[in-house]
């Protein structure tokens, strides 16, 4: 029996055409939690980022956040696995050398450096994030545990990088940047943490996804749900593919499996 359910933001819950969640995924969450199943968020986001969310925050339990980096539930921090301060001065200064942009996230604040137009291009324009420039300085966030660093390079960089940066690990949903965090933070490890926290078992668990950075919380949850639109690595490992966001995908699945 299914008493806990996790989801991606960008693809699974929200449309990449409407930049809405469909009202069938709307309807299909408030059913569900009627039935007494738990809502959780799994996104690469910051909780600074979670800003589309608010036709479902009344339903939300808890949040595993920048890829697996931290989960909470309520205001009690569920896990927190920062990146090693060594590897974050290399990717700073590899930047700084190389001239590519980044974002750097704390564990409360975040800083955008070395700017470029990509970043507004698919921060702004393409997911809709419209605080990106509301950010702190680089100086100001690196006072924090740092959570997650996102630079903008392609997966031929990536291959460079990552040798010089050990305790890290890549979790790539767009070609033109990835989201790095710490080696031992994934969403299926966030997974892990929080059924632990609730004293759910993992065969309690249902996650849905659609990106690369998906793929540890679907092989790890006890369903492991693609959407329609998901990477055909995605597809691969998961337990079901079910339509598309844009297709009712997330409804669809929940009656497949009777969770409502």
């Keep these: ?29 408030e059913e569900a939690n009627r039935r007494g199943v738990k809502i959780f968020i799994s996104t690469g986001r910051p909780k600074a980022f979670v800003i589309n969310l608010k036709q479902i925050e009344h339903l939300i339990s808890g949040y595993i956040l920048n890829n697996g980096a931290v989960s909470f539930v309520g205001s009690e921090t569920v896990s927190c696995n920062p990146i090693p ?18 974002i750097i996230m704390g564990e409360r604040d975040f800083a955008v450096v070395n700017i470029e137009p990509v970043v507004d291009r698919i921060f702004d324009e393409e997911l ?37 940066i050990p305790g890290c690990m890549s979790n790539r949903w767009n070609p033109e ?21 609730l004293g759910l078992n993992i065969s309690e668990t249902m996650a849905f996804g659609d990106g690369g950075n ?26 079901y593919v079910t339509d598309t966001v844009d297709d009712n995908g997330v409804y669809n699945a929940l009656k497949h499996f009777n969770v409502i």
Excluded: C, W
């Design 1 to 29: 029996m299914i008493k806990s359910l996790f989801f991606d933001i960008d693809g699974t819950l929200v449309s990449f055409n409407s930049h809405r969640i469909p009202d069938s995924t709307v309807m299909a969450l």
């Design 85 to 102: 301060p060594e590897d974050v001065q290399t990717l700073i200064n590899d930047a700084k050398q190389n001239n590519y942009p980044y």
């Design 128 to 164: 809709k994030i419209n605080n990106i420039h509301n950010g702190k300085t680089l100086d100001y966030v690196l006072q924090q545990r740092i959570m997650q660093l996102t630079p903008f390079f392609g997966s031929d960089y990536e291959k460079n990088i990552l040798p010089k």
């Design 177 to 197: 940047f990835t989201d790095l965090t710490s080696k031992y933070a994934d969403k299926g490890q966030g997974l892990v943490s929080m059924a632990e926290y």
């Design 214 to 239: 998906d793929i540890p919380i679907i092989r790890r949850a006890g369903v492991g749900v693609a959407m329609g639109n998901a990477d055909e690595n995605v597809k691969q490992v998961a337990d």
